[in-house]
């Protein structure tokens, strides 16, 4: 029988993960493997919808609500995307995923870590994915990076996550390590500061070796 495969990209901000998804879609449309792209959040019109309030809101909103709203739009991807592919050959390739809202909202925002899981895995129905692909870019090399980040973003408009004390970002990654510990077996983390090829062969191998 078929079954799909579920895979995470996830990484703090600035690791190019955007980046190395596109690749990653290369890699599968010239092999012709099947794969379907989903993006927390944004996936559907209602995750559209929510996910500019999260980000652009007039004011910004409490880590309790932000939980819910990204287990709204979450609840409604799985339903529409990722359920009914389950029983297919195909890879699916999730930009995010509860992942960050554990480390966000459970970590960096110190929120009640067992409920901000609890929440995440009902709204997944329990389903978990079969590898969790993290472009690590450590602590003391970040800072620099993050401040190099907001200086050039003179083109994009500044979200109510951006910003944020260093501390935070510290936290959530601890939240990353937290998350490493816990599922190792599906773990398979890669060093963002290394040439973009490289981290995509890394990439490719390691799928390979697991789902070929």
């Known amino acids: ?40 959040p944004g996936q559907t019109k209602l995750g559209q919808k929510l996910r500019e309030i999260l980000l652009f809101n007039d004011e910004p909103i409490d880590p309790i609500t932000q939980s819910f709203m990204f287990n709204a739009c979450r609840s409604d991807i799985y339903k529409k995307h990722v359920i009914p592919n389950l029983g297919k050959d195909i890879f699916l390739i999730q930009d995010r995923a509860w992942t960050t809202t554990i480390v966000y909202q459970g970590f960096a925002f110190q929120q009640d870590l067992k409920r901000i899981e609890d929440a995440c895995y009902l709204a997944v129905q329990d389903i978990m994915p079969d590898l969790i692909i993290f472009l690590d870019i450590e602590m003391d090399k970040y800072e620099k990076i993050l401040k190099e980040r907001l200086l050039n ?12 004390e260093f501390s935070f970002y510290q936290r959530a990654y601890d939240g990353y ?26 990439i490719v191998q390691e799928i390979e070796k697991r789902f070929n």
């Open 1 to 40: 029988m078929a079954k799909s495969k579920l895979i995470i990209l996830e990484g703090m901000e600035c690791c190019g993960k955007s980046t190395q998804i596109n690749l990653l879609k290369e890699y599968f449309a010239n092999h012709q493997k099947d794969f379907l792209l989903i993006k927390e």
């Open 153 to 164: 973003r003179s083109n994009e408009k500044v979200n109510h996550f951006d910003e944020k």
């Open 177 to 202: 390590q937290y998350l490493a510990n816990k599922f190792k077996d599906k773990w398979f983390k890669v060093d963002a500061l290394q040439p973009i090829e490289a981290i995509h062969q890394q």
